[in-house]
Every structure is written in C-alpha cells, then in structure tokens.
C-alpha cells in the first residue's frame, strides 16, 4: 500500500481521467486499485491510497507516456508519495 498526494486544477478532471486512462496505465504497472480522497481543507489536492508494490509504482513512474496522462489530468506538480511512519494492530 502507498499513499500519494497532489495538487490539481481542476478535481472532476482529475478523477475523470485518474479513473480511465491512468487507471489503464497503471494496471499495466501492476497497480490493483486505489482509494482517492479530498483534502477537507485545500480544494485542490486530492490524497490517493494505492494498493501497488514500490516497484511497479518506480516502473510507472519512470514510463515517459505517463507525463501526458498526469498533465491531462491537470497535475500542477508531481505526485509526492508518503512515508510509511509505522504499521500498527487496532
């Protein structure tokens, strides 16, 4: 599991293209879904929980026809992945 964040022009664009052609692309990377979230306090970031390996996101990543998704999709700056602080039970 991984989680990102990202700020974004515009959500609704966002999502319309996070959930078709980059849910495309990074299903061939190995991504076996994510959970997207707004950010309650800055309408233009959206916080997404993927269910991917560190290795498959690094390929996708890496994949030049990646750009033109993310910039369809109207990223204003790469997506920032958080670092795990701690796993816990309950």
């Known amino acids: 599991m991984m ?5 974004v022009q515009d959500v609704d664009q966002f999502l319309k293209i996070f959930s078709t052609k ?3 692309k990074r299903q ?6 994510s959970l997207v979230f707004r950010d309650p306090n800055d309408a233009g970031r959206v916080w997404v929980i993927f269910d991917w390996d560190e290795a498959g996101f690094k390929n ?4 030049p026809s990646v750009m033109p998704i993310l910039k369809e ?6 997506p920032q992945i958080a670092a ?5 039970g309950a």
């Open 60 to 63: 996708f990543a890496t994949d």
């Open 28 to 33: 061939q990377h190995g991504s076996k879904g």
């Open 22 to 24: 980059g849910a495309e």
């Open 84 to 88: 795990l602080a701690g796993k816990y």
């Open 3 to 7: 989680l990102a964040t990202t700020q």
């Open 73 to 78: 999709a109207g990223h204003k700056d790469k």
